[in-house]
């Protein structure tokens, strides 16, 4: 069984359109994360939820909006789509907050035309 | 804000070398640091984590060290196979509960 767990892991869209990425985990983890791993593979961290509650929130547009139905689960909405949205975003999941190791999912490769 | 950042950024070797990847980090209050490998087009493997007050991580042919006062980390890659080659990833987890990643470095292990 996958750890963690993204869907779909490719996403080719339209300017304009609204899409959303699934991320689900089964490690039992508390706190779970999204990143943006943009064209220069840089990874930088957008998102992160403890136990359904919102804990960081980088500078992102607020077109992209998380969604934490429980602790398993932690989806990202993104409302507008823009070209500049084109990247891989990465799903990671840790036991808690301050210590632990983040485990990552594949990733979904979103590509805006 | 921290700022990691990883030397060299791409490194060729021939199997069966030994080598060590660098990472630095500005700000020393962290929880840890974790260093991760990446395969093209593939997510990101944990590969060793080490908490703030260890010292160093062993697991196989990998070794992790961690200095925190001068803000450095190596890992430490024996007998290098074809296999080792990816992006390795350096991530400091620090006081504001952020893992920030260094911008990595290639391997390519040539047989």
């Known amino acids: 069984d996958t750890a963690v767990s993204q869907t779909p892991k490719y996403l080719v869209t339209q300017m304009g359109n609204d899409k959303s990425i699934k991320c689900e985990q089964n490690?039992?983890?508390?706190?779970m994360y999204w990143y943006k791993q943009d064209s220069k593979k840089f990874l930088k961290i957008m998102f992160s939820?403890?136990?359904?509650?919102?804990?960081i929130n980088e500078t992102v547009p607020n077109r992209f909006s998380p969604k934490s139905p429980d602790k398993a689960h932690l989806n990202l909405h993104i409302n507008s789509l823009e070209l500049g949205d084109s990247a891989v975003y990465f799903c990671?999941?840790?036991?808690?907050?301050?210590?632990?190791?983040?485990?990552f999912g594949a990733g979904t490769r979103l590509s805006v035309l | 804000k921290q700022e990691v950042t990883q030397i060299p950024a791409a490194l060729s070797v021939p199997e069966g070398e030994n080598l060590v990847l660098n990472c630095s980090f500005t700000?020393?209050?962290?929880?840890?640091l974790q260093w991760f490998r990446q395969d093209p087009g593939k997510g990101l493997t944990s590969l060793l984590l080490i908490q703030s007050s260890q010292r160093e991580q062993t697991s196989g042919r990998l070794n992790a060290s961690l200095d925190k006062s001068s803000g450095r980390s190596t890992l430490y890659i024996a007998a290098s196979q074809p296999g080792d080659s990816a992006t390795y990833l350096c991530?400091?987890?620090?006081?504001?509960?952020?893992?920030?990643f260094g911008k990595g470095t290639l391997l390519t292990v040539n047989p």
């Open positions: 939820y403890n136990n359904k509650e919102l804990i």
């Open positions: 991530a400091v987890r620090g006081s504001n509960y952020k893992l920030t």
């Open positions: 490690l039992g983890h508390d706190t």
């Open positions: 990671a999941s840790s036991q808690a907050t301050s210590g632990g190791a983040q485990y």
């Open positions: 700000d020393s209050a962290i929880y840890n």
